[in-house]
């Protein structure tokens, strides 16, 4: 069975994905870990993000998760590239990377074919619209820009981060235009998916509203 969780960046997809397939005894698949690691393997061999064209670099990797633990870890050329994916510098060129054909060609082969063969509740953008078109659940976690920022705000201030509350809400809004306006798997509301705001809702009651649905 597949249940996808679609949303804007910040909505707080991997932490229900997380918390509900633990609930389920689901595997929760981080679909946005995999251009991640891509980005940092492109970014590692001196890839030239300006240009989004077919390169070598693309074309000629290995790519593959392992599930460590409970947790997900992702391979390139046998290379875990997990402990970094949330390096600033990669946060700022996965938007870039995600738009390449060739980068998303090789993550939804590899997205279809480890949820034809497992439970999975998996998350990120374009799952339950594009990539995954006929799961069984689908849902989208929406969130308000403001609500989004200030939960960021306070992740970046216990880092002793000096980013500004301002600052962060700018980048979302730019993150959510990119995301929405990209050519390739733009973020959409998947047809029949169960719309949940979370905006002042908490990550227990987001999983709860789910698993209600889920019985239903």
């Given at each position: 069975?597949i249940?996808?969780?679609?949303?804007?960046?910040?909505?707080?997809?991997?932490?229900?994905?997380?918390?509900?397939?633990?609930?389920?005894?689901?595997?929760?698949?981080?679909s946005?870990?995999?251009?991640?690691?891509?980005?940092?393997?492109?970014?590692?061999?001196?890839?030239?993000?300006?240009?989004?064209?077919?390169?070598?670099?693309?074309?000629?990797?290995?790519?593959?998760?392992?599930?460590?633990?409970?947790?997900?870890?992702?391979?390139?050329?046998?290379?875990?590239?997990?402990?970094?994916l949330?390096?600033?510098?990669?946060?700022?060129?996965?938007?870039?990377?995600?738009?390449?054909?060739m980068?998303?060609?090789?993550?939804?082969?590899?997205?279809?074919?480890?949820?034809?063969?497992?439970?999975?509740?998996?998350?990120?953008?374009?799952?339950?619209?594009?990539?995954l078109?006929?799961?069984?659940?689908?849902?989208?976690?929406?969130?308000?820009?403001?609500?989004?920022?200030?939960?960021?705000?306070?992740?970046?201030?216990?880092?002793?981060?000096?980013?500004t509350?301002?600052?962060?809400?700018?980048?979302?809004?730019?993150?959510?235009?990119?995301?929405?306006?990209?050519?390739?798997?733009?973020?959409?509301?998947?047809?029949?998916?169960?719309?949940i705001?979370?905006?002042?809702?908490?990550?227990?009651?987001?999983?709860?509203?789910?698993?209600?649905?889920?019985?239903?």
């Amino acid at each position: 069975m597949i249940i996808t969780i679609d949303g804007p960046a910040g909505s707080g997809k991997s932490t229900v994905a997380d918390k509900l397939a633990e609930c389920i005894g689901f595997i929760h698949f981080n679909s946005g870990a995999l251009f991640r690691a891509i980005t940092a393997h492109l970014y590692k061999n001196n890839f030239n993000f300006s240009l989004l064209k077919v390169d070598t670099k693309i074309q000629d990797f290995n790519l593959k998760v392992k599930m460590i633990n409970e947790n997900q870890h992702v391979y390139i050329n046998d290379i875990d590239y997990t402990p970094i994916l949330r390096d600033n510098v990669i946060s700022t060129l996965v938007p870039i990377a995600s738009q390449n054909a060739m980068v998303q060609q090789k993550v939804q082969a590899y997205l279809k074919e480890f949820c034809n063969t497992n439970n999975v509740v998996i998350e990120g953008r374009g799952i339950g619209s594009e990539v995954l078109p006929n799961a069984e659940f689908k849902f989208y976690l929406d969130c308000s820009i403001k609500e989004r920022a200030k939960r960021r705000f306070l992740e970046e201030q216990a880092k002793n981060s000096i980013i500004t509350l301002e600052e962060i809400e700018k980048q979302i809004a730019e993150r959510d235009h990119l995301d929405k306006t990209r050519e390739i798997t733009p973020l959409v509301i998947p047809n029949g998916a169960i719309i949940i705001d979370s905006t002042n809702l908490t990550i227990p009651q987001v999983v709860e509203t789910m698993r209600n649905y889920l019985a239903k």
